[in-house]
């Protein structure tokens, strides 16, 4: 019986092979674009699985009452390691990191930048990263060791055995490789090239003031809790400890964030989670949801539209003794094959399409055939998307009355025109709201790039600060400023795209009860000027005000929380001393592109820098520039390898993870449009074949082919109207959540929704018009020639 079913389903596709292979491309399109959705939504619920022990793994957060909220942030005192192990025994284990930069390795002549942090002893404990060579709970013990991943040991040793080896860190320690990490995967909220002993950080005289200070915070903590011990038990424990030790100038609360959030769920408001990446997961967990579901409606329009022509083999089947349960067990099957057709494709078309889907999403996925997960998902999907598509018609034509069919009396299709248009209507609806979803995004992201920076990015590079540079820093300003190619130099404690340091500041007439933290640039002379930020009043930091040391400059946000009347000149306090306003700077975006610049100030302290900014002059030969740059560096920071970047380069990289949505939104629902194209196809050949007679005769009392065309779209034009009516709030509500994320966003933009109802329509009435063409074009003889 199998075996007879098998015959007739492959009978049938090759009898109807223009129709059969519309029905296999677009399951293969919709299960294809699953699957590499469901690949990228996997990685990113995936990230940081790997640690058996991540139900247990926290970062120590702070949630701070200030400027009327609260304030959630992940760097802490240094001392917080050792209050939490007295406070609480429950944490097992704890490790104090800082925030992970690149390191100068040099082993001989071979040199390379890599990340790394400082990390205390437990970390590598913690966090069960694999060592390959050494043991983890002693490779950090030496403060004058150094753990390095694979890769990285490769590159400084080549084929020689690492351990034991001396690395040459910074151009200033000499430590030795006491383990090798297997190389962290690429799903790993925390990545790195190697670790070395906090002790060679606290060997700076900043870290080192800063042991037994609680107000100081800079660095972060995480923790591992007993095997049985509660999260909330530990947090209401610590919870007051920065109050204990005696932060008590405003509200301050530990509380810890567990591990198994971190990637999804890395944003607050108000001190509490507010979402993150999750949304996008879920977002495109949905949009594959509904690129599943518009093919598996196309496959059952396809199907009906050509039941006239197995109304007979039903018939048939059904006289010679078939149940009609035998009728549906056939049609299932024979949706079930066309599946695992599409299936095999749509993987064969995945692994075509992965190198640029990894482009495109800056991933390494893959799919992993040797993985019983992937097999029993891809096998279950396939069998769901077959019972799902072949089920509308495995059950209608299985109940077409023999008699009736037999004497060619039954009229196909007519009682099940419903349900095949509501099909129809909600492919649009779900086709709608993803052409409003991705205009919306893509109007977002043209809002964020087009409003002012308060900077110019124009021929402006950021190199990394080294102790080398600190001690010929101005040597090396003299002889670039005199090399021709370079108009300005300043270093600060950030680059001009982050923000590395905020701090509270008082004002006269400040409320006693109002705390505003301000972002914070160290800075010193020629900042403004390099950056090209533009001076509203008073002036710039300069070597002619020996007084400077104590002088401090605001944004223009700071001034209007300020409310100043005359701010220049106005004394203002900061950690415990008296700075007077010289200057008044335009607002500069640093941050989030998405949210609204912070007040900002500025105070002159060249010993805290991290960057080093140089503004070439404008050049038809910006290497050649960069050349000139280079020498004088290399001369005065020979150690190093001469690296920089690109101002407006780092500033592209804050649009990285919305461009990324935006395109994928883009792309996927291009193809979800492309499927509602082929489901359209189908209903308009079976409505075109219905008529064909009624067409016919229309033909011969005189009617023209635009009329007949009309007559045929305009059943199709009502569908996609209702579909508009109905997406509309959907597209409306979807638009809105993903606009929440952002504080500097876009109103709504009510008249997406109409232009998508346009397109929609457009689109439906150039597919439909074909099949309508070519029935009013057909030759009325052979349409009539039965009756």
């Known amino acids: 019986m199998l075996k007879n079913y098998l015959k007739i389903a492959f009978r049938n596709i090759q009898k109807n092979a223009v129709y059969s292979f519309i029905n296999i491309f677009g399951l293969t399109v919709g299960i294809a674009c699953s699957i590499l959705i469901l690949l990228w939504v996997h990685d990113e619920v995936s990230y940081d699985k790997f640690h058996s022990n991540i139900d247990r793994l926290h970062q120590v957060w702070i949630n701070a009452v200030f400027d009327g909220k609260v304030n959630t942030w992940n760097s802490v005192p240094l001392p917080t390691e050792e209050g939490l192990r007295q406070t609480d025994s429950n944490i097992r284990r704890a490790a104090t990191t800082d925030w992970g930069g690149d390191h100068l390795l040099t082993v001989g002549e071979t040199r390379f930048n890599k990340k790394g942090y400082f990390a205390t002893e437990e970390f590598l404990e913690m966090f069960q990263f694999p060592l390959l060579k050494g043991n983890a709970t002693q490779v950090l013990d030496d403060p004058y060791s150094i753990v390095l991943t694979e890769s990285a040991a490769k590159s400084l040793f080549h084929d020689e055995d690492p351990i034991n080896q001396i690395v040459r860190v910074d151009n200033a320690y000499d430590l030795k490789v006491t383990g090798i990490l297997k190389d962290i995967p690429s799903n790993s909220s925390l990545e790195f090239d190697c670790i070395i002993p906090f002790g060679i950080y606290e060997k700076q005289d900043w870290v080192k003031n800063t042991k037994e200070n609680w107000g100081n915070y800079s660095f972060q903590v995480f923790v591992e809790l007993q095997p049985n011990a509660s999260e909330t038990s530990v947090e209401n424990n610590i919870r007051d400890l920065l109050i204990k030790k005696g932060q008590t100038d405003i509200k301050r609360e530990f509380f810890l964030h567990?591990?198994?959030?971190?990637?999804?769920?890395?944003?607050?408001?108000?001190?509490?989670?507010?979402?993150?990446?999750?949304?996008?997961?879920?977002?495109?967990?949905?949009?594959?949801?509904?690129?599943?579901?518009?093919?598996?409606?196309?496959?059952?329009?396809?199907?009906?539209?050509?039941?006239?022509?197995?109304?007979?083999?039903?018939?048939?089947?059904?006289?010679?003794?078939?149940?009609?349960?035998?009728?549906?067990?056939?049609?299932?099957?024979?949706?079930?094959?066309?599946?695992?057709?599409?299936?095999?494709?749509?993987?064969?078309?995945?692994?075509?399409?992965?190198?640029?889907?990894?482009?495109?999403?800056?991933?390494?996925?893959?799919?992993?055939?040797?993985?019983?997960?992937?097999?029993?998902?891809?096998?279950?999907?396939?069998?769901?998307?077959?019972?799902?598509?072949?089920?509308?018609?495995?059950?209608?034509?299985?109940?077409?009355?023999?008699?009736?069919?037999?004497?060619?009396?039954?009229?196909?299709?007519?009682?099940?025109?419903?349900?095949?248009?509501?099909?129809?209507?909600?492919?649009?609806?779900?086709?709608?709201?993803?052409?409003?979803?991705?205009?919306?995004?893509?109007?977002?992201?043209?809002?964020?790039?087009?409003?002012?920076?308060?900077?110019?990015?124009?021929?402006?590079?950021?190199?990394?600060?080294?102790?080398?540079?600190?001690?010929?820093?101005?040597?090396?300003?003299?002889?670039?400023l005199g090399s021709g190619v370079v108009e300005s130099v300043t270093k600060s404690n950030s680059p001009i795209t982050s923000i590395y340091s905020n701090n509270f500041l008082s004002w006269p007439g400040k409320p006693e009860d109002q705390k505003v933290i301000f972002t914070t640039i160290a800075t010193e002379y020629d900042y403004t000027k390099t950056m090209g930020i533009k001076m509203l009043d008073g002036r710039d930091f300069s070597k002619d005000f020996p007084a400077d040391s104590t002088a401090i400059i605001i944004n223009k946000a700071a001034l209007d929380i300020m409310a100043l009347k005359e701010p220049i000149g106005t004394t203002v306090e900061l950690w415990g001393g008296k700075r007077q306003i010289i200057g008044i700077v335009d607002n500069v975006l640093m941050g989030s592109l998405f949210r609204e610049v912070s007040p900002m100030f500025m105070v002159l302290d060249p010993s805290w820098s991290s960057a080093v900014t140089v503004r070439l002059g404008k050049t038809n030969d910006i290497q050649a520039s960069i050349k000139k740059v280079e020498d004088i560096f290399k001369k005065y920071n020979s150690a190093y390898p001469f690296e920089y970047s690109f101002v407006d380069v780092e500033f592209a990289k804050k649009f990285s993870t919305i461009n990324m949505i935006s395109n994928l939104g883009a792309i996927f629902t291009f193809l979800a449009i492309c499927i509602t194209g082929l489901g359209l196809f189908g209903l308009a050949a079976f409505t075109a074949e219905q008529r064909t007679k009624e067409v016919g005769i229309?033909?011969?009392?005189?009617?023209?082919?635009?009329?007949?065309?009309?007559?045929?779209?305009?059943?199709?034009?009502?569908?996609?109207?209702?579909?508009?009516?109905?997406?509309?709030?959907?597209?409306?509500?979807?638009?809105?959540?993903?606009?929440?994320?952002?504080?500097?966003?876009?109103?709504?933009?009510?008249?997406?929704?109409?232009?998508?109802?346009?397109?929609?329509?457009?689109?439906?009435?150039?597919?439909?018009?074909?099949?309508?063409?070519?029935?009013?074009?057909?030759?009325?003889?052979?349409s009539l020639r039965s009756e």
């Open 258 to 480: 567990p591990m198994e959030r971190w990637r999804l769920h890395s944003n607050f408001e108000n001190g509490k989670e507010s979402g993150g990446m999750i949304e996008y997961v879920n977002m495109f967990t949905l949009i594959a949801v509904f690129i599943l579901i518009i093919a598996c409606i196309n496959f059952m329009n396809l199907a009906t539209a050509r039941s006239e022509r197995r109304a007979r083999e039903v018939g048939v089947r059904k006289s010679v003794g078939s149940h009609r349960k035998d009728l549906i067990f056939q049609f299932l099957g024979e949706s079930i094959l066309i599946s695992l057709f599409a299936f095999a494709a749509a993987v064969l078309l995945c692994e075509l399409v992965l190198p640029f889907y990894n482009t495109l999403v800056d991933k390494r996925l893959d799919i992993d055939y040797t993985s019983g997960v992937f097999w029993v998902a891809g096998l279950g999907l396939t069998f769901i998307t077959g019972i799902l598509a072949g089920s509308y018609p495995a059950f209608y034509l299985s109940s077409f009355n023999v008699a009736r069919v037999l004497k060619g009396k039954i009229q196909v299709g007519k009682s099940g025109s419903t349900p095949r248009k509501v099909l129809v209507v909600l492919q649009f609806v779900f086709s709608m709201t993803l052409i409003v979803c991705s205009i919306v995004i893509q109007q977002q992201i043209s809002h964020v790039k087009s409003r002012s920076i308060g900077y110019n990015r124009e021929n402006l590079i950021t190199i990394d600060y080294t102790t080398e540079i600190g001690k010929n820093y101005e040597v090396i300003k003299e002889e670039l």
């Open 698 to 782: 229309r033909k011969v009392l005189g009617a023209s082919v635009s009329n007949l065309i009309l007559l045929i779209s305009k059943e199709f034009s009502l569908l996609v109207i209702i579909a508009f009516i109905v997406s509309a709030p959907f597209a409306w509500w979807g638009s809105k959540v993903l606009l929440e994320q952002y504080q500097y966003k876009i109103g709504f933009p009510v008249w997406v929704i109409p232009v998508s109802g346009a397109i929609s329509l457009l689109f439906a009435l150039f597919i439909v018009s074909t099949q309508a063409f070519k029935a009013a074009t057909s030759n009325p003889v052979k």
